[in-house]
């Protein structure tokens, strides 16, 4: 499997082959997703990560799944074609959570401890950018470019990845860590998975403590450093806040403050996510 320090760094494969060339995965179509995704998926949570020592380095950022899940693509697949949108009665579509939060403001690293405690599975957008570029595609370059610029991945690449993501995991309960990241993002998933969050969990975070953070996160991102920082918290607060603001008037946001540490925080999420309808958990 590609190492995940490789695919924060942005550079191409070096292990020989675990996973194909672009050319070489488009033949293999779905079943190299569903081996690759799979793979990434079904990496058991922490035991107890609420409890557990804060460490960035040694923190990853993953695709969680309830081991006890079985990969079932067919059901998902139904799920997002012929069902999605639909209202009353859609007891298979799956009870998604939008985590959104400027940089650095600790969406991962609750997330994690989310999905360990809540039985969530995890999509972190950015490690699944992270993981095409990591892949050596075409598409991957292109994502690498923008990342670096802090500018936001055209909607039609991050929304298939996640789609595809989501479809691999077969979750009844789904995260979306760092996505939309601005309307157009919103409406490509809304209009392709054809299905809206049920929640947004917003993390709110002054500047300085997200600035603060991620020049300490220490993962060898090419976008932790102070120039692209500057440019991501621009779009955030031009692009991301309006889709926050949006699930706003729906009624759909709770917002969290981010300060504090980490278990601090986490213990106005475990409030909220204690507090879910049965619907997120009786699926
Ligand atoms: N409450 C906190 N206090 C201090 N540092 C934190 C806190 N939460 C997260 N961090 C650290 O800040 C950095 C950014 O957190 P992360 O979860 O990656 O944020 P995001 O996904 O929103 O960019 C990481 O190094 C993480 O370990
Ligand atoms: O839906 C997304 C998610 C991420 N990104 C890009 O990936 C980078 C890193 O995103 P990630 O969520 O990993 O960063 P975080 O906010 O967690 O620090 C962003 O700055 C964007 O350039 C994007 O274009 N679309
Ligand atoms: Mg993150």
Redesign the pocket.
């Given at each position: 499997m590609v190492t995940e320090e490789r695919a924060r760094r942005g550079t191409a494969r070096t292990d020989g082959g675990a996973i194909a060339p672009e050319t070489e995965e488009k033949e293999l179509g779905d079943e190299m997703w569903r081996r690759r995704l799979g793979a990434l998926l079904l990496r058991s949570p922490p035991a107890s990560s609420s409890t557990a020592p804060?460490?960035?380095q040694h923190?990853r950022?993953h695709l969680l799944l309830p081991s006890e899940e079985p990969l079932a693509l067919g059901r998902l697949a139904r799920l997002f074609t012929s069902q999605a949108g639909s209202d009353g009665g859609d007891t298979l579509k799956p009870f998604i959570a939008f985590v959104l939060?400027?940089?650095?403001?600790?969406?991962?690293?609750?997330c994690t401890k989310i999905a360990s405690d809540f039985g969530f599975a995890h999509l972190s957008a950015g490690d699944l950018l992270r993981h095409e570029i990591a892949s050596g595609s075409e598409k991957g370059e292109l994502i690498l470019d923008i990342i670096k610029e802090g500018r936001i991945v055209p909607s039609e690449i991050t929304v298939e990845l996640i789609r595809k993501a989501m479809e691999m995991s077969n979750a009844k309960r789904v995260l979306i860590?760092?996505f939309p990241r601005c309307e157009e993002n919103r409406i490509a998933f809304e209009r392709i998975v054809g299905t809206e969050p049920d929640i947004v969990v917003f993390?709110d975070c002054p500047e300085d403590e997200m600035v603060k953070?991620?020049l300490?996160?220490?993962q060898g991102r090419v976008d932790d450093n102070i120039e692209t920082i500057k440019k991501r918290l621009k779009v955030f607060e031009n692009l991301n806040i309006p889709v926050v603001d949006y699930y706003s008037s729906r009624g759909k946001v709770h917002k969290i403050k981010?300060?504090?540490?980490?278990d601090e925080?986490f213990d106005a999420v475990r409030r909220l996510f204690s507090s879910l309808s049965r619907r997120a958990y009786d699926m």
């Open positions: 804060s460490s960035c923190r950022h939060g400027g940089p650095g403001s600790g969406k991962g690293t609750q860590d760092g993390f953070r991620l300490s996160r220490n981010a300060t504090g540490t980490e925080i």
